[in-house]
C-alpha cells in the first residue's frame, strides 16, 4: 500500500536512475521523485541501465532485483566492477523479503534495501539519506584532494625555501671570504700609514723646528689610520661572528669609551664637546 509523498522539496536534488522492467513501477517511482525536484531517468532492462551508467553516471540507483536476463544482482556487480561507476549508492528495491535476499543485496554492493509494495514515504526518505551520504562523500574526496594538492604546494615551497637558504648560504659565504680577504688586505697599508705618521712625528721633533700646522695634519692622519684600522677589525670580527668564532665575554668598557674618544678626538677639539665619564662601568658582555 502506497502512502501520500510529502510536499516537494525547492532545494537542489539529485540525478536517479530507476532500473525495473515493470512499466508501472518504474512510472510511478518515477512521477512520484520528479515532484520531489528530482533528475529521474529509466531503464527497463540490465543493458541499457549499463550504457546509461557508461555515458553519464547517476547519483543514485534505484534497481529491481527480479528482471529478466541479468538480475538486479548480477548489475548491480557490473556496476561495482568499474571504477567510473563503483561508488554511486545502490537501493534494491524487491517484492522478495527473505532474509538471504537481503544478505545477498548488500553483499554485492547495495546500500539498502526495500521491499514491495513500498511506502512512497519510506522510499523518499531513504533517497534522501542515501544522497546526502554521498554528497559528504564527494565533499570529504574532494576536501582530500585540497589537502594533497595543499601538501604537494607546502612540499614544494618547502623544498623552494631550502634552495633559497643554501644559494643565500652561499653568497654569504662568498660575502664573508670576500670581507675577510678585504680586511687582510687593507690592515696592512693602514698600519703602514700610523707607522709612518709616527716616524714622522719623531723627525719632526728632531727639527727642532716649531710647526704647529705640521704637527696637527700628521695627528689627524693618524687618527684616519687608527679609525681605518678598527674598521678593518671591526669586519674580521664581523666575519668571525658570523663563523661563530666570538667567545662572548666581558667587555672593557673604558677601553671602549677611549677608542670612541680618540677617534673622535678632532670633533671634540672642534666643537670643544665634554664627555661626561661615570666612576664605575656596568657590566657588558659582547
Not at 32 to 38: D, F, I, S
Not at 143 to 148: A, D
Not at 171 to 192: G, I, M, V, W, Y
Amino acid at each position: 500500500m502506497m502512502d501520500h509523498p510529502p510536499e516537494p522539496d525547492i532545494q537542489a536534488k539529485g540525478d536517479i536512475l530507476i532500473v525495473d522492467d515493470t512499466l508501472p513501477n518504474l512510472r510511478v517511482l518515477s512521477s512520484m521523485l520528479t515532484e520531489q525536484g528530482y533528475e529521474v531517468r529509466g531503464a527497463p532492462n540490465a543493458q541499457m541501465a549499463l550504457m546509461i551508467v557508461e555515458a553519464e553516471p547517476p547519483d543514485l540507483i534505484l534497481l529491481d532485483i527480479n528482471m529478466p536476463g541479468m538480475n538486479g544482482y548480477e548489475l548491480c556487480e557490473q556496476i561495482k566492477a568499474k571504477p567510473k561507476s563503483r561508488d554511486i549508492p545502490v537501493i534494491f528495491i524487491s517484492a522478495l523479503d527473505e532474509v538471504l535476499d537481503k544478505v545477498r543485496a548488500f553483499s554485492v554492493g547495495g546500500v539498502d534495501y526495500i521491499t514491495k509494495p513500498f511506502q512512497i514515504a519510506e522510499v523518499l526518505v531513504r533517497v534522501r539519506n542515501h544522497l546526502t551520504i554521498r554528497s559528504l562523500q564527494r565533499q570529504l574526496q574532494q576536501t582530500n584532494v585540497n589537502l594533497q594538492q595543499a601538501n604537494a604546494d607546502l612540499q614544494k615551497a618547502n623544498i623552494d625555501l631550502l634552495e633559497s637558504n643554501l644559494a643565500l648560504q652561499a653568497t654569504n659565504q662568498e660575502l664573508d671570504a670576500f670581507a675577510r680577504t678585504l680586511a687582510h688586505d687593507l690592515k696592512n697599508p693602514f698600519s703602514s700609514i700610523i707607522g709612518i705618521t709616527d716616524q714622522l712625528k719623531d723627525d719632526l721633533a728632531q727639527l727642532q723646528t716649531e710647526n704647529p700646522a705640521a704637527l696637527k695634519l700628521l695627528e689627524q692622519i693618524e687618527r684616519g689610520g687608527q679609525q681605518g684600522e678598527r674598521v678593518v677589525d671591526n669586519l674580521l670580527l664581523l666575519a668571525w661572528v658570523r663563523k661563530g668564532e666570538v667567545e662572548v665575554r666581558s667587555l672593557d668598557m673604558a677601553a671602549i669609551v677611549r677608542h670612541v674618544q680618540t677617534s673622535l678626538a678632532g670633533l671634540i677639539e672642534t666643537y670643544q664637546a665634554e664627555l661626561i665619564v661615570p666612576p664605575q662601568w656596568p657590566v657588558a658582555l659582547g
